[in-house]
């Protein structure tokens, strides 16, 4: 790879000439050759030599292949030689091409000059953390909540239970879409239901039926919004949920040797919470202040790019729990831009984080190693499940060492910092 020109733009942007020399592109080239299964009469698929594929499919058969094997290596190894700090993925345009090699120029944006005020020494308060006996009381009574137990009744339903319940709903008379469903499990008060729904289903009991009149609130899918609706209600199932006592019996047999020793470990988990937001909040205080100290002038397409990762995160959340974004989108009344021009804001905080905290970085140049890159990887691979090759695919090392410089420089702040 040579870089035969570097020459700046407008808007912060900077163009490279680069090129892909003949045994880079000749090995990549055969690896297109070997891997291609194109019919050639008188051979069997991918059995024909190169020189008749050649023939018969042009000289430039294998080029495509061939660039998209060698250019993301010789883009990514061209922007370290030119110590660069590209936004985002260049535009990318090949200019020559043949079979001695060929070059392509990246359209980049660069990052924008960041001016940073004060980042070491920085002072802000921290809240010192104490615990009330009306604390570890409220702690003791989550841990026992958390330990419920479960036993079906016969009724009648009340609020806390969890009713499975076979439902039609219909609006004049008619079934609607989406409003049947067998065996569902609702728990009661929880709000999961339009309003009216649950309050009506307490009070019944397993095997009964009851028409259960309701109205659509006026912000809903607009098919339904406003309407009058009747829901067919069966109770298949009832289950009650009871808090244990906090007894010498309960504690053993939740791995505590007396219920003192519960209340003690409770009481330090609540303490060790408490105090880590306190310590987040000072953290936070921090940063804030090196952002109001920073002047830069954000980038759109920086904004854009953390748009884009925002709304990946909102949709990776509604995967998890078996929602589809369209599904979402229609239940909020909502359009995918509507949704980017609500989350807009914490883009453009986003992007300031990012160029602050990347501006320090470059300051107290950090670096990051191929050994920490790798131990990185094998302690995400083994969180995640995942193959540590899987895991550089998807994130690429250049990506991974950038995140750690970030994280490096947030605590450059914290590091340095006093609290009061």
């Known amino acids: 790879m040579i870089v035969k020109q570097v020459e700046k733009k407008g808007n912060n942007q900077v163009e490279l000439l680069i090129q892909v020399e ?24 991918g059995q024909a030599p190169r020189a008749a594929l050649e023939a018969q499919y042009g000289d430039d058969c294998f080029y495509q292949e061939a660039v ?12 370290r030689q030119e110590n660069l700090q590209l936004i985002a993925a260049p535009t990318l345009r090949v200019e020559t091409i043949g079979p001695e090699g060929y070059t392509f120029a990246a359209l980049a944006e660069l990052y924008p000059e960041v001016k940073l005020g004060t980042y070491k020494g920085l002072i802000a308060h921290r809240d010192a953390v104490e615990l009330s006996e009306d604390d570890t009381e409220g702690a003791v009574t989550d841990f026992l909540r958390q330990h419920k137990t479960e036993a079906a009744i016969d009724g009648p339903a009340a609020a806390g239970d969890t009713a499975v319940i076979d439902f039609e709903g219909f609006t004049d008379g008619v079934a609607f879409e989406g409003g049947k469903g067998e065996r569902y499990p609702l728990v009661l008060g929880s709000g999961s239901f339009i309003p009216g729904f649950e309050e009506q289903v307490c009070g019944m009991r397993v095997g009964e039926t009851r028409e259960i009149h309701v109205a659509f609130p006026s912000v809903y899918t607009p098919e339904l919004a406003g309407k009058d609706a009747m829901f067919r209600v069966t109770v298949q199932e009832l289950h009650r949920s009871e808090m244990p006592e906090l007894t010498e019996e309960f504690a053993r047999g939740a791995g505590f040797g007396s219920v003192s020793e519960l209340r003690q470990n409770v009481m330090m988990q609540l ?42 995160e909102l949709e990776g959340h509604l995967q998890s729990q078996s929602i589809g974004m369209e599904e979402y989108l229609s239940a ?47 302690d995400m691979a083994a969180l995640y ?12 090392p ?12 947030r605590q450059a702040v914290v590091n340095t910092a006093r609290a009061v």
Not at 68 to 79: G, H, I, K, R, S
Not at 278 to 302: H, K, N
Not at 387 to 396: A, D, G, I, N, V
């Open 385 to 396: 499940g995942m193959s540590e090759e899987h895991l550089r695919t998807q994130l690429p």
């Open 22 to 45: 003949q045994d880079a592109w000749q090995s990549a080239l055969q690896k297109a050759y070997e891997a291609q299964q194109l019919p050639v009469a008188g051979f069997e698929p």
């Open 398 to 409: 250049e990506a991974l060492a950038h995140d750690l410089k970030i994280t490096r420089a």
């Open 271 to 312: 303490l060790e919470s408490r105090q880590q937001e306190a310590q987040d909040a000072f953290e936070d205080a921090l940063i804030e202040q090196v952002l109001d100290g920073m002047e830069v002038e954000i980038p759109e397409s920086m904004v854009q790019n953390q748009l884009d990762g925002l709304m990946r």
């Open 68 to 79: 998209n094997e060698t250019f993301p290596p010789a883009l990514v190894e061209a922007v």
């Open 332 to 378: 909020m009344q909502l359009t995918r831009e509507q949704v980017r021009q609500q989350i807009h804001q914490s883009a453009e905080s986003s992007a300031r984080f990012e160029l602050a905290m990347n501006e320090i970085a470059r300051r107290e140049n950090f670096s990051v190693t191929e050994e920490e890159l790798s131990a990185r990887y094998k």
